[in-house]
């Protein structure tokens, strides 16, 4: 069997350091392993739309920044095939096909959905294509045949779902679609990186983001705010590390060389812990050392993302190539589709013939 990759995001705003230890560096570690043999990079627009519908300039303005912002992080378009999702009706096709093979108390039974119609304040007035997102979502893996989806956590049931789809499209027409399945992060924290706030989750909603074009002036300015152990008030006093948001970071980005270059009086991340959890250790030297980490992460996307600024027709050429490639790849699973479902009537040479014999008298 092939190995297809394929993730994407909703362009609804820039991405932010969730998005890249959530799913960026696990999309360009897979990208330069090349144990694939095709890989799918969709900017998700009409996902986007599904909870944005009045406001199509916001998803309009994203989707460049989208792009701009996975050429700066690695994603190596001869390698990846990055395409916006609107412009491949295929998905949309499917999407309508797959929309029978599930029912609205299975859609609303899934927690990502449940969670975000809380947070949107739908309650009863749901709009049906917001509840069917994940339906699409199954469209947009089926159709390139992806049997590998690198993302967060909270698209597991995302996942879960698109392989119910497979298996009940399966059975009723045929073995046809393949059945994906999920790749997380290595670490726990990177699978759900928190907001600076501590809160469970980076979002842009919530408003506690680092984003990857971030000046350096605004990433110390975030990381001085952030949330630690609301204990630790003097310098002497003995810390906490867990549930301390400075830590959670310093677990995700830190390496021992940061130490060497950055705070030369530890050996590493656990030598420093123990020395917070005794106490001795001010908020401030923490937040400084992860300010001059995340700096050294950010500076070369941020710089990437703005030469590209300035190139904008060249991103443009890449999403058109690239959507290109796409569509031809979903048309060709949407016929195979419409074939198994038996709908290909003006494709299927048999049809005619079998429509003859089954009325001429
Ligand atoms: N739901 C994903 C998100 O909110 C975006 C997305 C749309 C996606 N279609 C996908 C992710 C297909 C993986 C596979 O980030």
């Keep these: 069997m092939k190995?297809?990759?394929?993730?994407?995001?909703?362009?609804?705003g820039k991405l932010h350091l969730g998005h890249l230890v959530g799913?960026?560096?696990n999309r360009?570690?897979?990208q330069n392993e090349a144990n694939y043999d095709e890989m799918y990079l969709m900017i998700a627009d009409a996902q986007a739309l599904t909870d944005n519908f009045e406001n199509p300039e916001k998803v309009r303005d994203n989707v460049m920044e989208v792009a701009?912002?996975?050429?700066?992080?690695?994603?190596d378009p001869s390698k990846v095939t990055i395409f916006i999702q609107s412009e491949v009706p295929a998905l949309t096709e499917l999407t309508f096909y797959y929309m029978n093979l599930v029912t609205v108390a299975r859609l609303m039974r899934n927690p990502t959905v449940k969670s975000e119609i809380k947070l949107r304040g739908f309650d009863e007035s749901i709009p049906s294509g917001?509840?069917?997102y994940p339906v699409s979502q199954t469209a947009d893996i089926t159709a390139f045949k992806a049997n590998i989806v690198p993302v967060g956590d909270d698209q597991l049931p995302m996942i879960e779902q698109a392989r119910e789809i497979v298996h009940s499209f399966n059975r009723i027409y045929g073995e046809t679609?393949?059945?994906?399945?999920?790749?997380?992060?290595d670490s726990a924290y990177a699978k759900r990186l928190p907001g600076l706030d501590g809160k469970s989750k980076m979002s842009k909603s919530l408003g506690n983001c680092i984003y990857l074009d971030d000046s350096d002036e605004e990433i110390k300015r975030k990381v001085m705010s952030m949330y630690t152990d609301p204990n630790h008030l003097r310098v002497e006093d003995p810390g906490q590390v867990e549930d301390n948001a400075v830590f959670i970071y310093l677990d995700v980005f830190c390496r021992d060389e940061h130490f060497k270059k950055y705070l030369p009086d530890y050996e590493n991340l656990d030598d420093l812990k123990s020395h917070y959890q005794k106490g001795g250790v001010g908020d401030v030297t923490i937040k400084k050392f992860l300010t001059n980490i995340l700096i050294e992460l950010i500076t070369p996307i941020r710089e990437k993302k703005q030469e590209l600024m300035q190139n904008i027709s060249y991103v443009y050429d890449v999403l058109k190539k690239g959507t290109a490639k796409a569509k031809e790849k979903a048309n060709d699973t949407l016929s195979e589709v419409r074939k198994h479902m038996g709908i290909n009537y003006l494709e299927d040479p048999n049809f005619l013939k079998e429509m003859q014999d089954k009325f001429r008298k």
């Design 130 to 132: 917001f509840l069917n």
């Design 3 to 12: 190995n297809i990759i394929l993730t994407g995001d909703r362009p609804t």
């Design 28 to 30: 360009v570690k897979l």
């Design 177 to 185: 679609l393949v059945e994906p399945n999920p790749v997380l992060p």
């Design 23 to 25: 799913s960026l560096m």
């Design 68 to 75: 701009m912002f996975y050429l700066a992080c690695g994603i």
